[in-house]
């Protein structure tokens, strides 16, 4: 697996993975109404994280004529950043707020919009990705990170070191029940 920083041409990528978890992980934890409407109302990158410089994918290796190579053109399989901005989660609303820049000094840097191909969980993508965001956050100057935790990626988060702040009874654009859990930790080296 290789690990890059994003760029715009990515995007049409970074949304396919971001169904495909929504559609294939998602379900062991939302019902079929949330899935569906987090597909419309989720699935759509917040493209500041690209143009920030603090968004992640991480893609599949190919192998050409039976030898590995360097060459990074291969399937995109999980995405992820972290964010110097006031957004918490992802979604196609936006709150007053939201673009403002954090001051590292009193405030968490963010995690925002993680997901991992089903085809490809389970094989250290998703803390690849969070190791990626808080070396950069650390070096950019804060000292804590946080993020809003999907009900599907719980475990991962608290298995990385993050803590539960508050479950939130969020709502998607159309009203249906969204439950998250708003988490939090401090970056190691602080």
Do not use: N
Not at 24 to 48: C, F, K, M, N, P
Not at 109 to 138: D, H, N, T, Y
């Amino acid at each position: 697996m290789h690990l890059r920083h994003a760029t715009l041409a990515d995007i049409p990528e970074i949304e396919r993975v971001i169904r495909d978890s929504i559609a294939g992980i998602s379900v062991r934890t939302y019902d079929a109404r949330q899935v569906a409407s987090s597909l419309q109302y989720i699935a759509h990158l917040d493209r500041e994280l690209v143009t920030d410089g603090t968004y992640f994918v991480v893609e599949q290796d190919r192998e050409v004529a039976g030898e590995m190579t360097d060459d990074v053109s291969g399937e995109i399989v999980g995405c992820g950043g972290w964010s110097r901005r006031g957004r918490l989660y992802a979604g196609s609303g936006s709150a007053e707020g939201d673009a403002r820049f954090l001051d590292p000094s009193s405030e968490p840097a963010r995690v925002r919009a993680m997901f991992v191909s089903p085809r490809f969980e389970r094989r250290g993508i998703g803390r690849m990705i969070l190791q990626a965001c808080e070396a950069e956050a650390l070096a950019a100057g804060f000292r804590e990170i946080e993020l809003m935790a999907m009900l599907s990626g719980h475990a991962l988060y608290l298995a990385s070191g993050y803590r539960d702040v508050e479950q939130v009874a969020g709502k998607l654009e159309d009203g249906t029940p969204y439950p998250m859990i708003r988490m939090r930790k401090r970056i190691r080296g602080a």
